[in-house]
């Protein structure tokens, strides 16, 4: 008999062996995250930059910068359609404030097929949009929107500003976490639902960011939303400062929200 070539009896004696006893739940692999994470070092790059305005592509900035020893590859705002990024060692491709890439949609581009997994399975394939082989101390990094926000002019006492980014309220009410159950009740009484709170004082993100973050709450509302409008005229009626971001933070994994408190002031890192 071909060993493949199971009859329907063998096949049935089979399904009757007894299976294994049933072993106890394995410890929850998700509790090693964050000793994972701590073993993780971020790399270090050469202080050197590559503006991508200044070669043919970015893949030809990536190379370049790579084999100058590596560095940053800048970027600029703008929108781009371009190919297949490929990543090279020692290399930080950095996306200035509102650079924006969009992948060619020519399946062309993505050949030839290079060494990638599908479902889990190792092959060849197209490129994936961002790829790389064998490299090592690589980086993909985002203007963060917060730096931004920070350069701009600081506001008189209950000064109040609005642009498409954001709106600011420099409330003189002196706001600490404190206050955070006043703003919950309020919003929890308007709106029968709980306040969404992404981050209550310092979050692993702010940390990851370098931001100081002990004092301000983080509310998952869009500030054009009808709970964003009553929410920001709320804070103003309570004197309480704020800065409502319209759009994605980029480095944060927060869309547009409402953070409640002083603005966020970037610590060093050592
Ligand atoms: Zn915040």
Not at 35 to 52: E, G
Not at 117 to 130: A, Q
Not at 183 to 194: H, L, N, P, V
């Amino acid at each position: 008999m071909h060993a493949f070539d199971l009859t329907r009896r063998d096949f049935m004696k089979l399904a009757a062996v007894p299976l294994l006893p049933i072993q106890s739940p394995p410890v929850d692999p998700w509790q090693e995250t964050s000793a994972i994470l701590a073993r993780i070092k971020d790399p270090v790059f050469p202080d050197r930059d590559f503006d991508v305005s200044r070669y043919k592509s970015i893949n030809d900035a990536i190379t370049a910068c790579s084999e100058a020893g590596g560095g940053r590859v800048i970027v600029p705002a703008g929108i781009r359609t371009i190919d297949p990024i490929r990543l090279r060692s020692r290399v930080n491709l950095h996306l200035s404030a509102g650079a924006i890439l969009k992948f060619t949609t020519d399946p062309q581009r993505y050949l030839p097929a290079v060494f990638t997994r599908w479902e889990g399975t190792e092959l060849m394939n197209y490129s994936p949009f961002i790829y790389a082989f064998d490299q090592t101390d690589i980086a993909i990094t985002e203007a963060v929107f917060g730096e931004k926000v920070a350069r701009l002019p600081v506001l008189p006492a209950n000064g109040f500003s609005e642009s498409t980014d954001a709106t600011r309220f420099n409330g003189s009410f002196k706001w600490s976490l404190k206050e955070a159950p006043r703003i919950e009740k309020y919003f929890a009484q308007s709106f029968g639902r709980q306040l969404p709170v992404t981050a209550l004082g310092q979050s692993a993100t702010h940390n990851r960011l370098g931001f100081d973050h002990h004092d301000a709450m983080d509310v998952a509302v869009h500030p054009d939303s009808t709970e964003g409008k009553a929410l920001i005229q709320e804070l103003r009626k309570m004197g309480i400062p704020f800065i409502a971001f319209r759009g994605a933070v980029p480095g944060t994994s927060t869309g547009p929200h409402i953070h409640v408190g002083r603005p966020s002031t970037r610590v060093t890192r050592g």
